[in-house]
């Protein structure tokens, strides 16, 4: 038993030692700092009464330049006192009148001390030479100005004595705290740890050579509850290596939960151990200076949720803008750093943009031109030509990136993402044939006659066909899509198989419903906290918000022109006109992030939310209750989770929308199975969530009465619908949503 005991005896004793010794230096670090602050006071309360007496007698002297007077007060006032000297500053000219003896030294250090005052009480610690001195300020005044400092100089020599003194003691009780603690502590270990473990260590390993009694029970103490699962540890872990893979292989091909683990076993059973590259604009991980310090921040993301499982399976290279002002600190001479940094699994390329590339190609091009144009939310869209080239040339950057990033790899997989770069699939295409390139449009496909108002759509068109699939939310996106090819490109288009021929190369163009992460249980739940009903979470809630209320509604969104943020506040507006038993039971959270602020329509709109809702408050608030209220900044994941988990209803009245993610992420959220959600019918979600309360957010009625029929509605027919809704987002998860991307690019492409 020694042999098992005795490595551990050293190493546990001393990180004992250690930590009984921090704690009761830390604890004597603070009575000696108490204590030496008590003493501190006491001489500054002694120097306050004797200024207190001195003050008197100095005004009228000070007042009328009286140096001789001066001098003579301080010296007999510190003759009596004890004190170690005195100075009397003049508040025009910082001219001294010191008591005799007073080093030159200590006068400058006087008049140091009165600047750092800065009219206010002060008191220092000063030396020179042998003398150690406690300087404490005090102001002579008259009539309301300020004529000079008083600066008084008490010895401090005992506070010097004091001090040692406080530690010798302090030190001594440490080191009998450490000694006697130490000792019980391991005592104790050995008794009732260290002994058990080392019978348990011993029959382990009978057990792994075979040569122990399985049903043999553990040592009594801490132990016997583990004996059971100790015993199957041992006897299945040769079992559990040898049929891992072929689990994982199982279970990518049975009917179960999605997950990242699958997800992961999936792309390798489809195309191998391939080289994965994923361009986007936004990175997964970016570097900020938070109060001087480099911090790493992760954006909130469904493509990262779901792109990052196959890029750490791969160990694979994520391309994407660096936009973090401390990205630059962080990356290596060729702009890669390893992700993540507490375990890094996959390499992040970053690509650099002046503001000038930035403004053109993100903000003009991307977000001023094909953004409205892509969403019919009857916001014109403007085209440039400095933005159009500034995006051609930011495509090319990136394309170089990707390029540089795949040589000496075959047939490299890479996964572009977003309206942001059209024209990266074709740049990379021309020089790497062998490449299997998709191409992801995470916003509508509009239709023929909408696109047709880009001036260059003929280019953007070229520069996606150059991918071997494209992909969109919903099979109306694909549709319009190749309707605009048809009228736009020469090239053959084959309706059935949805593929366009252009030039001998076939692009293969699919529908992908993106979703969201589902999870059985919600984060409480996991983590073992207590599961609040929804009454006690609203009321919480609604405290936290400083509102009362009997019901709660929440609306998450971008403050962007699509999400119809104005026309949901004028349905709250509607529903309070028709419905006034609503006024002081019904409030609506609007959590509202601030966006491309810099792009004067959504400036505009930012100002028209806040306008709107204030306009409504105004008419309907009560004391302690208002029927909107706006939250406008960003949120993390778990306090719009909070909001979610809340709720009676999320409103989700997107004019126009690819697929917003809101919808599903209040549904996965609601594993209680509550709640109800009111979808716009514009919201690709609306095709896969049936359940929800489908409205057109552009009437106001319709939508007040989906409001009322929410808070109306019985607990069964919620549960229902939600449990429903539960079980759509939980099969066709964001993972299932990468793995069957992933399988049609392997099922295409040059080496398919």
């Not at 140091?112 to 005044?141: F, N, Q, W």
């Not at 893979?245 to 997950?259: I, P």
């Not at 992030?593 to 306009?615: M, N």
Request: aromatic share 8%; charged share 25%; net charge neutral.
């Amino acid at each position: 038993m020694t042999r098992f005991i005795s490595p551990l005896s050293p190493r546990l004793v001393a990180a004992l030692t250690l930590g009984v010794a921090l704690v009761s230096l830390m604890t004597a670090r603070r009575d000696v700092a108490g204590r030496l602050g008590e003493m501190r006071q006491v001489e500054i309360e002694r120097a306050n009464r004797e200024a207190v007496r001195l003050l008197p007698g100095l005004t009228p002297l000070m007042s009328s330049n009286n140096t001789s007077g001066v001098r003579e007060v301080l010296d007999q006032s510190i003759s009596q006192s004890g004190f170690a000297g005195a100075v009397a500053i003049d508040a025009a000219n910082e001219r001294a009148i010191a008591t005799p003896n007073l080093p030159f030294e200590l006068v400058d250090q006087a008049r140091d001390a009165v600047r750092k005052s800065e009219g206010r009480p002060y008191a220092e610690r000063r030396s020179s030479g042998t003398l150690d001195v406690l300087l404490t300020t005090h102001l002579i005044t008259r009539d309301g100005g300020v004529l000079g400092t008083l600066v008084l100089l008490r010895d401090a020599r005992p506070l010097t004595s004091a001090f040692w003194s406080l530690w010798m003691n302090a030190l001594v009780g440490v080191l009998l705290q450490v000694l006697a603690i130490s000792v019980l502590t391991v005592l104790l270990v050995r008794w009732s740890v260290a002994a058990p473990v080392a019978r348990t260590a011993r029959w382990m390993r009978e057990l792994r050579i075979g040569v122990a009694d399985r049903t043999m029970p553990l040592a009594a103490g801490l132990f016997p509850p583990l004996e059971h699962e100790v015993v199957k540890l041992v006897s299945s872990l040769e079992v559990a290596r040898a049929s891992a893979k072929q689990e994982a292989r199982l279970r990518d091909a049975g009917e179960s939960h999605w997950t990242a683990e699958r997800l992961r076993a999936h792309v390798h059973n489809k195309l191998g151990n391939p080289a994965v590259l994923v361009i986007s604009n936004r990175e997964p991980f970016m570097h900020q200076y938070v109060n001087g310090a480099i911090k790493t921040l992760v954006p909130a993301s469904g493509l990262v949720t779901a792109l990052e499982p196959i890029v750490r399976a791969c160990d694979g290279t994520w391309i994407a803008h660096g936009s973090g002002d401390a990205d630059r600190e962080t990356v290596d001479t060729g702009d890669r750093i390893r992700v993540p940094q507490e375990d890094p699994e996959y390499t992040l390329r970053r690509v650099w943009l002046t503001p000038e590339e930035e403004a053109g190609y993100y903000y003009g091009f991307a977000n001023e031109g094909l953004w409205p144009l892509c969403h019919i939310a009857h916001t014109r869209p403007l085209f440039r030509a400095s933005d159009w080239a500034y995006y051609q040339q930011a495509n090319a950057r990136f394309a170089d990136a990707a390029l540089e990033e795949m040589q000496g790899v075959a047939s490299p997989i890479v996964l572009v993402q977003d309206y942001h770069f059209a024209l990266v699939s074709r740049l990379i295409k021309t020089q790497r044939p062998d490449a299997r390139v998709s191409v992801f449009w995470h916003i509508p496909w509009p239709n023929p006659e909408a696109f047709g108002i880009c001036p260059w759509q003929r280019e953007l068109l070229d520069g996606l066909l150059g991918a071997d699939l494209v992909g969109f939310h919903t099979q109306a996106h694909c549709n319009n899509f190749l309707e605009t090819v048809d009228r736009a490109l020469e090239s053959q288009i084959d309706w059935e198989a949805f593929t366009v021929r252009r030039n001998g190369h076939v692009t293969h163009v699919r529908p992908f419903p993106i979703s969201v992460d589902c999870p059985e249980s919600s984060v409480s739940q996991a983590a073992g906290g207590e599961v609040l009903p929804l009454q006690a979470r609203r009321a919480a809630l609604a405290a936290e918000l400083g509102v009362t209320t009997t019901y709660l509604g929440v609306g998450v969104d971008r403050i962007d022109y699509t999400k119809g943020i104005v026309e949901r506040f004028q349905a709250i507006e509607r529903l309070m006109e028709t419905r006034p038993e609503y006024i002081g039971g019904f409030a609506f959270v609007q959590i509202a992030a601030p966006s491309r602020s810099r792009i004067p329509r959504y400036k505009g709109l930012e100002i028209a939310v806040e306008s709107e809702a204030a306009r409504i408050n105004r008419r309907f608030e009560t004391a302690n209750w208002r029927p909107i209220v706006l939250r406008r900044r960003h949120h993390d994941h778990n306090e719009i989770l909070k909001f979610y988990r809340a709720a009676d209803l999320c409103l989700v009245t997107s004019l126009h929308d690819g697929m917003n993610l809101v919808a599903k992420e209040f549904v996965a959220a609601r594993d209680d199975e509550d709640g109800v959600l009111i979808l716009s019918r514009f919201a690709g979600a609306s095709g896969e969530l049936r359940d929800a309360l489908i409205v057109n957010p552009y009437d106001c009625d319709e939508l007040a009465s989906a409001i009322h029929r929410a808070l109306a509605m019985p607990d069964g027919e919620r549960e229902a619908r939600m449990g429903r809704m539960r079980r759509t987002v939980r099969e066709f998860n964001i993972y299932r949503w990468a793995g069957t991307l992933m399988a049609s690019l392997a099922s295409i492409g040059p080496d398919a």
